[in-house]
């Protein structure tokens, strides 16, 4: 009876940075990610997510959705 309403809300906000080539120049990397994961019960979570990612010295951006929902028995 206690999976069906949110017990726990967790908000998130994430940002990463990376140079996957110290050799090249321009190809740093951000990634910035907002979130919220919800906990139903002990065995069931939501997670929502947003993600947005930059490459230095290209114009096109990357965004997406990520939903997930985990059930443990």
Known sequence: PDDWWPL????FFRID????NIDV???WQLA????????FART????L???W???ENKPAKNAQYLAQF???F
């Open 8 to 11: 726990t809300w967790q908000p």
């Open 17 to 20: 940075g990376i140079d996957p």
């Open 25 to 27: 120049v321009g190809d």
């Open 32 to 39: 910035v990610t907002p979130g919220v994961n919800i906990f």
């Open 44 to 47: 069931t979570k939501f997670q």
């Open 49 to 51: 997510d947003y993600s």
């Open 53 to 55: 990612r930059k490459t």
């Open 70 to 72: 985990q059930y443990g």
